[in-house]
């Protein structure tokens, strides 16, 4: 049974850093895709970023790209969502996803990130 459990939300003034961290118990962690997308109140769940397997190649939303860094760490299980430079429209609920193949999908609780202007 796939569990994700996302941390590292909190309250940040604009122009400030946080990292998410998504641990993930997942046997063959490595060969899942993973990713991280965000819900604002009133607003639908957005893509946010996406790395893939072992190789490690990165994909971003364009309202992120530039200042959000989504990582890995296979050996812990772990990936990671550096956000720097953070907004106000940043504000949302941000959930980790794992993916083993196109239309399987594993999603977290979500952890809260609110920004401050």
């Known amino acids: 049974q796939v569990q994700l459990v996302e941390s590292g939300g909190g309250l940040v003034q604009a122009g400030g850093s946080l990292r998410l961290s998504c641990a993930a118990s997942?046997?063959?962690?490595?060969?899942?895709?993973m990713g991280w997308f965000r819900q604002a109140p009133g607003k639908e769940r957005e893509f946010v970023a996406r790395?893939?397997?072992?190789?490690?190649?990165?994909y971003y939303a364009d309202s992120v790209k530039g200042r959000f860094t989504i990582s890995r760490d296979n050996a812990k299980n772990t990936v990671y969502l550096q956000m720097n430079s953070l907004k106000p429209e940043d504000t949302a609920v941000y959930y980790c996803?794992?993916?083993?193949?196109?239309?399987?999908?594993?999603w977290g609780k979500g952890t809260l990130v609110t920004v401050s202007s």
């Open positions: 996803n794992a993916s083993p193949n196109v239309g399987i999908e594993y």
């Open positions: 790395i893939r397997q072992s190789g490690g190649s990165t």
């Open positions: 997942i046997r063959t962690f490595s060969s899942y895709t």
